[in-house]
T-cell receptor
Framework: AQSVTQLDSQVPVFEEAPVELRCNYSSSVSVYLFWYVQYPNQGLQLLLKYLSGSTLVKGINGFEAEFNKSQTSFHLRKPSVHISDTAEYFCALYTGGFKTIFGAGTRLFVKA | NAGVTQTPKFQVLKTGQSMTLQCAQDMNHNSMYWYRQDPGMGLRLIYYSASEGTTDKGEVPNGYNVSRLNKREFSLRLESAAPSQTSVYFC??????????FGPGTRLTVL
């Protein structure tokens, strides 16, 4: 069965520091992987996606993620965060059919 | 291009009342979804519609019905609301690479 595990429920970090939000997945078939961001009182919006090809994927707002097939991971990184990056981040997996599996979310809290 | 729109934004119901949540997308997407989001539970799929004229149950369909009115519109109905249905409801549609486009959500409280 496919699954997505976000390893941290909350990540506090100081402004201008780097951050990594961790995501592991389980699947016996090829995958598409996504990161979404949800700002307070809003819907989710796509940050970036991995479909195939280059394992380093760049997204909006300076975020990037690296697909690692051997470690079944898709960690999200940003070299320098801003207060405005405070939000909840969801990793998601698609393996075919009509359903996407979402992780439980990681709350990123950026402190001044 | 409005993307995915949902109405209403907020709703308060009493136990036993009914209501319909409306969703529309203007991206010509075939597949549409209804999720609920509860603290600590992430997103849970209620129903989805792979294409116009078809609907299927997700993880948590009990207490809900859906209608895919046309390619643009996908509504969610609560026939007899219960406090356990207090949640934030999101509608989404799927793009060419199965990325999901979400609406702004409906915040529902059932008293």
């Amino acid at each position: 069965a496919q699954s997505v595990t976000q390893l941290d429920s909350q990540v506090p970090v100081f402004e201008e520091a780097p951050v990594e939000l961790r995501c592991n997945y389980s699947s016996s078939v090829s995958v598409y992987l996504f990161w979404y961001v949800q700002y307070p009182n809003q819907g989710l919006q796509l940050l970036l996606k991995y479909l195939s090809g280059s394992t380093l994927v760049k997204g909006i707002n300076g975020f990037e993620a690296e697909f690692n097939k051997s470690q079944t991971s898709f960690h999200l990184r940003k070299p320098s965060v801003h207060i405005s990056d405070t939000a909840e981040y969801f990793c998601a997996l698609y393996t075919g059919g009509f359903k996407t599996i979402f992780g439980a979310g990681t709350r990123l809290f950026v402190k001044a | 291009n409005a993307g995915v729109t949902q109405t209403p934004k907020f709703q308060v119901l009493k136990t036993g009342q009914s209501m319909t949540l409306q969703c529309a997308q203007d991206m010509n997407h075939n597949s549409m979804y209804w999720y609920r989001q509860d603290p600590g539970m992430g997103l849970r799929l209620i129903y989805y519609s792979a294409s116009e004229g078809t609907t299927d149950k997700g993880e948590v369909p009990n207490g809900y019905n859906v209608s895919r009115l046309n390619k643009r519109e996908f509504s969610l109905r609560l026939e007899s609301a219960a406090p356990s249905q207090t949640s934030v409801y999101f509608c989404a549609s799927t793009g060419a690479y199965n990325e999901q486009f979400f609406g702004p959500g409906t915040r529902l409280t059932v008293l």
